[in-house]
């Protein structure tokens, strides 16, 4: 059989090619439609529609990757020693984090409140998450956005710092293929950098744009060598990432987590530590005697493009 | 040098029509191989897309293959059902056009993932929940159907009976029909569910996949047609085989698409107040106003008329080319407007990073990239289309 095919000239099997139009082509008989199993049609075809809304369905009601909860979630971290005389407000929102974690994460909810009166663009925050989290170029979790109102002289600009807006509704889980990321029951929205395959649905779906991909790249790559800082693993999620190699989170999505890694070892997010203006105050909104749960009580707030109806967890006071 | 240019026009011009459509392929497979090195070495580094405009030209030709496998299936099996002469001898045909077409559109998709040895995970742990699982999914069973199809159908013997002897080929091809136009009509609701992008978050996108996907997919069938005829397309004429009936789809469904189209754009310019006014002004005058008005109001235009008035088949498989390609004006249309224009003002300066910016040009290695993913879809068909013959003359 063999033999017999490869001595065929590449002009002889076009011919084959053809012969599939040609040589039917002169049947003019009566086109039979029958028989066909009515029954076995519309079985099959209410059985595919059937199985559709049933998996779609099933995805919706079935919870997201199973996260810890209960008391295994619970951290003891000693308080911060108050020094004498006025506290700053770093070191009372540092002992509500610490005294937050004794609880467990179902009972406790993540909240970020800024302050746009004290934010004097000093872009610091950015820097900050940029270094704590050894993000690459093109990666940003927290960009700062000026806004501009009014015309020179009679004009006034603000300052919006733009982490994940950590929303109740997230747009961006929702739309995950693989359930790559999901909202853990402190509030906090993750990426398992494991699982995900760099589609980047999720970044066209969040109208924030507070996902950003890595592509792999460094802002040394085009020196003689790759400075061994860049090299660096970063610590998101508790884990150690190395981008070497195009390791993960290389091709994956990335975004702000309210920096869970200094969160569970009693740290405040960086960007808050660091504020020169202490325009940010985070903590648990779930503990009515906290900074942040006073703050969030103030009849001066705003919420960014609350009209998505994502319900945005990052509240500003304006 | 322009002599020996000339002899190589005119040695191109006496070859047989297989020998320069082979030499037109290699055309695209050389330097898209070379740009198919180019990202194996350096990875997503040297795409155009970034983080705000995160889906780019492979996004497109995936929709576009994907729209031409769910088109031709259904304007094929429509065609063999309803005993179309050309079509009803030839479901092999309309069904490895539809497969081919399939796999090029994932392998489009497939070279833009970051993590593209994770794609499996749809597979083991799909959330049904996203458009892209629910759709990838249906590829696959889709993909297995026609298999099954295929093979029921090389192995009817009567050419006049509809049904195979194991009478499942029909239920199968209407199960098939089901999904071939759910699937190009869930591409547009893949961007339809995305509310953070106004332009896309518009019931009609479904409807204008659907029809981009018949007439490209009717289109597809026509060029294939007319291809397999060989020499004797040139005794053909318009009123013959499928042409009538590919001919009627393809018209109507460019008029359809554009009246779509129409509506969508005069509601918003209409508007006072539109916020989709930004984005629709980006499509006409924006910096790639000419694949709004050359490659697709033009490219439409000429296929129309061409189509329209052919005389010949030579000239309606022409119109069929110029509709098949240009189309995917319909994709790249929605697709990067629609990720250009930010929600949150200032974000665009708020952080400066090619990779954050709202405006995206197709790199060099994304177009060799996109010549690569076409020459693998004519291979694929060719080479299968050639086993299949053989298999079906050994059998025979």
């Known amino acids: 059989m063999a033999k017999k095919q490869s001595t065929k000239s590449p002009k002889q099997t076009d011919e084959v090619l053809r012969s599939a139009v040609d040589d039917n082509e002169s049947s003019d008989e009566a086109y039979s439609l029958t028989p066909i199993d009515r029954k076995r049609a519309i079985t099959l075809i209410g059985s595919a529609i059937g199985l559709g809304v049933m998996s779609t369905v ?148 969040c109208p924030y744009g507070a996902r950003t991909s890595d592509f792999g790249n460094y802002y040394t790559e085009h020196t003689p060598e790759i400075q061994p800082y860049e090299k660096q693993p970063s610590n998101e999620y508790n884990k150690s990432w190395s981008r070497e190699g195009h390791g993960s989170p290389v091709g994956n999505a990335r975004k702000c987590h309210f920096c869970l890694h200094r969160i569970e070892q009693g740290l405040l997010p960086q960007c808050v530590s660091t504020c020169i203006g202490r325009a940010n105050y985070f903590g648990d909104a779930n503990d009515a005697r906290s900074l942040v749960a006073e703050m969030a009580k103030s009849s001066n707030q705003m919420k960014l493009l609350e009209e998505k109806g994502t319900k945005p967890q990052v509240i500003y006071l304006v | 040098m322009i002599a020996k240019l000339i002899s190589w026009i005119q040695m191109f011009n006496n070859e047989t029509m297989l020998k320069k459509l082979k030499i037109l392929w290699l055309c695209l497979f050389v330097p898209g191989v070379i740009g198919l ?90 959330n049904f929940g996203s458009m892209l699982a629910f759709n990838a999914w249906m590829y696959s069973i889709f993909l297995v159907l026609v298999g099954i199809m295929l093979f029921l159908s090389v192995k009817r013997r009567q050419a006049n009976v509809v049904n195979d002897k194991t009478g499942w080929l029909v239920p199968l091809l209407l199960l098939g029909l089901l999904l071939s136009i759910a699937y190009p ?172 910016n709202f405006n995206y040009s197709p790199t060099m290695v994304e177009y060799l990239i996109t010549l690569f993913v076409i020459a693998f879809g004519l291979a694929l068909f060719y080479f299968s289309h050639k086993i299949l013959s053989t298999y079906i003359e050994k059998e025979n």
């Open chain 1, 58 to 205: 099933i995805s919706r009601i079935i919870p997201n990757p199973a996260v810890p909860k209960g008391p295994i979630t619970t951290h003891k971290i000693p308080p911060v020693q108050d020094g004498a005389g006025e506290v700053d407000i770093l070191v009372r929102m540092q002992n509500e984090l610490r005294r937050a974690l004794l609880k467990p994460m179902e009972q406790r909810r993540w909240l970020m409140v800024i302050d746009t009166r004290k934010c004097v663009g000093c872009h610091a925050c950015t820097v900050a998450c940029i270094a704590e989290n050894k993000l690459p170029p093109g990666v940003v979790y927290r960009p700062v956005i000026t806004e501009h109102i009014g015309q020179y002289p009679h004009q006034i600009t603000r300052f919006f710092p733009r982490p994940c807006m950590q929303c109740n509704n997230p747009s961006c889980v929702s739309v995950c293929p693989v359930r790559a990321t999901w909202k853990r029951p402190d509030g906090v929205v993750i990426i398992d950098y494991d699982r995900c395959i760099g589609c980047r649905y999720c970044l066209t779906a």
């Open chain 2, 185 to 356: 009509s869930q591409s547009g609701a893949f961007f339809g569910v995305v509310d953070a992008k106004p332009f896309w978050s518009s019931a009609i996108l479904p409807v204008l996949f659907l029809t981009s996907a018949i007439t490209s997919g009717a289109s597809a069938l026509l060029l294939v047609y007319y291809y397999l005829r060989g020499e004797s397309a040139a005794i053909d004429t318009p009123e013959q085989g499928p042409y009538p009936y590919l001919r009627k789809i393809i018209l109507a469904g460019i008029a359809v698409y554009f009246m779509g189209e129409f509506s969508e754009y005069s509601l918003a310019l209409w508007s006072p107040i539109s916020h989709l006014k930004e984005t629709i002004y980006l499509i006409l005058f924006g910096k790639f106003w000419w694949v709004f008005w050359l490659i697709h109001v033009g490219g439409a235009i000429i296929g129309f008329y061409l189509i329209f008035n052919a005389q010949s088949v030579t000239k309606l498989a022409i119109g069929a080319f110029i509709i098949v390609t240009t189309f995917i004006s319909t994709r790249l249309n929605i697709l990067i407007p629609g990720q250009s224009i930010p929600e949150l003002k200032g974000l665009n300066e708020a952080f400066t990073h090619a990779r954050l």
């Open chain 2, 37 to 126: 090195l180019i990202k194996v070495i350096s990875g997503e580094r040297l795409a155009g897309y970034g983080s705000y405009v995160p889906w780019g030209i492979w996004i497109a030709v995936y929709f576009h293959a994907v729209g031409i496998s769910g088109g031709a299936f259904a304007v094929g099996v429509i065609g063999y059902l309803k005993g179309i002469k050309g079509l009803r001898e030839n479901l092999n045909t309309t069904l490895l056009v539809s497969a081919c077409s399939l796999i090029t559109g994932l392998l489009a998709i497939w070279l833009d993932l970051g993590r593209p040895f994770r794609a499996y995970r749809v597979g083991i742990s799909p």
